[in-house]
């Protein structure tokens, strides 16, 4: 059974309030993930992803609305955040950048070890999180950290925050800067996750083909306000006010409108190259057909 | 105050944009007026002369519109040891008093097998306070100045008031150059340490108080942190160095600049106006 683990509305936040440089981040901003939800948050540079999904392990709190997490109240100051943290794993941008113990099996198990188990559960959770990542315990445990590719490093700080066993897993821009094949495992890896069905998994991305790949639902964030929500087919087909936000749509989806535009008769909302080659051979009213 | 807002405690090296006096001055005749204003608060044997510094560069920061308590922010992480100076200087200074002056106060200790004396005199109590006062008003002053400079004008004022010396082979250009980016670089390193605490944080790290003098608890708290820190610092650095090579930076020999603006006449009075307020505060006979 589903049930709501986020909500947050009309959320405000500030950086640097009380100072010459105080700028909004977010002004009203919403968001609601489900227990099984694989979503994606989506929006221009700026328009306050980032700050959004810092309310969501409490790393920021709230200066006005409510955001709720797994039934804690954010804007209760009196709450402690630390149990929160657990619950809810947040991968930074670039996270390869926070590693930071010589061996890659000693930096996934920070996170376990900070959490206080036996030697034998802190194994069995690194294990878990950096074969669930695609690395092999046996190969990479050992490793120099610092002598990892830019993709295998990203993974391995994935696994540090997947060891926590997190009940929902929160990316900030998964994908940028990986290699193709990186990003093909990375995607990989995180559909493999959320199908293990343990975990919720929200990813921030202004990647379209990726949010296409990958998303299920996708909420749409522009000048810190939430201003599109739905399922990823209903968002992608509408083309002129993503266009509008200064948001692309994947390329596949773009093909299929510029087709439309030229007379075809194909659906708005395809996603994939085999849904629009099928739209194409069933709908054609081509007369060449 | 947000768990991890830093960016908020470091004044140093940031600047806000505004159009004050103090915003429009010339950066060479700027910095030529805050060193002269800066020789009068080291200098001031008074209390009423160190008052009036204080006060002197509180009015600087408000002719720059910037809020006072923006300013003030940055003298409270040497809170601390400004404290513990203060508490040290005020018992023990006395005892090295070579000037004479009336003895206040003395209270001789003794703690095992070591004696020893507090002791106040009249000198000591007044470099005390006035040492507390310099600090913040130096604090207050400088902060000021970058607040309303961009680091390129600095560097530049840095350069210009460096330039007399060349002839004894003072590296103006460099030096100006190195207190530009190691300025430009104190935003970027607080937003990177906020940016790896916040991380960390995210997967377990408990940066709450072990107590304050559980020391190496602290310190190993602080392991993931300052290890990415100072990586991410070096290959910052590299390639800073990379981009200075490909556009054949190779020092100050032979550079000139693309615009050389006369000083125009606010600043020269503004240098003219700090030089009476320094004479004045060496020359008025102050009652304290």
């Known amino acids: 059974m589903s049930e709501k683990v986020v909500e947050i509305q009309d959320l405000w936040h500030w950086y640097l309030r009380g100072t010459p440089l105080q700028t909004v981040a977010l002004q009203g901003a919403e968001l609601e993930i489900q227990s099984d939800d694989l979503a994606a948050i989506m929006g221009h540079t700026g328009s306050g992803k980032s700050s959004l999904i810092q309310h969501l392990n409490g790393i920021l709190r709230p200066h006005r609305g409510t955001v709720r997490v797994f039934g804690n109240d954010l804007a209760d100051p009196k709450l402690d955040v630390r149990p929160l943290r657990r619950m809810v794993g947040l991968v930074f941008q670039q996270p390869e950048m926070q590693l930071f113990d010589p061996t890659v099996g000693d930096d996934v198990a920070f996170g376990p070890r900070q959490l206080g188990g036996t030697p034998e559960e802190v194994r069995r959770r690194v294990r878990t999180a950096m074969e669930r990542v695609g690395l092999s315990f046996e190969g990479f445990k050992d490793r120099y950290t610092f002598g990892l590719s830019g993709g295998e490093m990203r993974r391995v700080a994935l696994a540090g925050v997947l060891a926590l066993e997190p009940r929902l897993l929160v990316l900030d821009e998964p994908t940028a800067g990986l290699d193709p094949r990186g990003r093909r495992q990375l995607l990989e890896s995180l559909r493999t996750i959320h199908a293990e069905g343990e975990m919720a998994v929200v990813i921030v991305s202004h990647d379209m083909d990726v949010v296409a790949e990958l998303a299920r639902r996708v909420w749409v964030l522009a000048g810190g306000r939430t201003v599109m929500r739905g399922s990823v087919r209903e968002i992608f087909a509408r083309v002129e006010e993503l266009r509008e936000l200064g948001l692309g749509i994947p390329q596949v989806s773009e093909l299929a409108y510029e087709l439309r535009r030229a007379g075809r008769d194909v659906r708005a909302d395809v996603l994939t190259a085999d849904e629009l080659a099928e739209a194409l051979w069933t709908n054609s009213t081509s007369p060449a057909a | ?288």
Not at chain 2, 41 to 69: E, F, H, K, M, R
Not at chain 2, 211 to 230: C, N, S
Not at chain 2, 250 to 260: E, S, V, Y
Request: with cysteine; charged share 15%.
């Open chain 2, 1 to 288: 105050m947000d768990e991890f807002d830093f960016a908020r405690s470091v004044t140093v090296g940031q600047y806000v944009p505004g159009t004050s006096v103090l915003h429009r001055l010339d950066p060479r005749a700027k910095l030529a007026a805050f060193v002269i204003v800066l020789a009068a608060i080291i200098t001031s044997d008074s209390y009423i002369g160190n008052v009036v510094g204080l006060s002197a560069a509180l009015g600087l920061v408000a002719l720059a519109g910037i809020p006072v308590g923006y300013v003030l922010s940055g003298v409270r992480p040497i809170v601390p040891i400004l404290v513990v100076f203060t508490v040290f200087n005020f018992l023990f200074l006395g005892n090295y008093d070579p000037t004479g002056s009336a003895v206040l106060w003395r209270q001789p200790v003794a703690l095992g097998p070591y004696e020893f004396n507090f002791t106040v005199t009249e000198s000591s109590m007044k470099q005390t306070v006035q040492g507390v006062v310099r600090i913040i008003a130096l604090i207050v002053l400088t902060s000021t100045l970058t607040l309303t400079t961009t680091i390129t004008g600095l560097a530049k004022g840095i350069e210009t008031l460096l330039a007399p010396f060349r002839r004894v082979k003072v590296p103006g250009h460099e030096a100006a150059m190195v207190i530009a980016i190691a300025y430009r670089f104190v935003p970027t390193v607080a937003d990177e340490l906020e940016r790896l605490m916040k991380a960390q944080a995210s997967r377990g790290a408990d940066f709450g108080r072990p107590g304050r003098l559980r020391f190496v608890k602290r310190a190993r708290q602080m392991i993931p942190i300052t290890v990415p820190l100072f990586v991410g610092a070096f290959r910052r650095a590299e390639r800073l160095i990379m981009a200075m090579e490909s556009r054949c930076y190779i020092g100050g020999k032979g550079r000139t600049p693309i615009t050389l603006p006369a000083l125009g006449r606010r600043d020269w009075t503004a240098i003219a106006s700090a030089a009476v307020f320094t004479l004045a505060v060496w020359n008025v006979p102050w009652p304290l």
